[in-house]
Each structure stands twice: as structure tokens, then as C-alpha cells.
């Protein structure tokens, strides 16, 4: 799973606490930094990207949860 604009990962956390691989992406390096430091588990990996750039790579994921971001995308 795919967690756009995870921030500071209070979300991220609780889906991967379930069992789910979450890949967390926040523009934010010192978001993502309090993130790595917080991790308690296997199942979440954190990385300063933007959605745009992540876009560019061709990564797949079953699932991504954007929310509370939209509003901050560049207009085409």
C-alpha cells in the first residue's frame, strides 16, 4: 500500500500495526526523518518523494491512501 502525503505516519503506523506493507511518501524531510525514527515494525518504509517524482519510476502498489494532500498538487 501506498500512504501519499503520509506526514508525520500516525496513519501509516496503524495500517502496517495490522499486517499491510505500507510505503509512506511525504515531500517533507523532517516528517519523514520523526517517521524513520519511529518506526516499530517491518511492515512500513518511509521515503522524502514527491507523488509526481514516485509517479516517474513505475512502482505499483495495490492500494494507496491519499488524504488531506490534494489541495496541495500544482494545478496543470
Known sequence: MLDVGCGYGIVTRAIAAVGFNVHG???????????????????ATFEVVSAEQLATTGA?????????VL????RA
Not at 60 to 65: P, R, S
Open 25 to 43: 511518501i511525504d515531500i517533507s524531510e523532517k516528517a519523514i526523518e520523526k517517521e524513520k525514527a519511529l518506526i516499530n515494525g517491518p511492515n
Open 71 to 74: 489541495e496541495h498538487f500544482k
Open 60 to 68: 505499483h502498489f495495490d492500494a494507496i491512501k491519499c488524504s488531506e
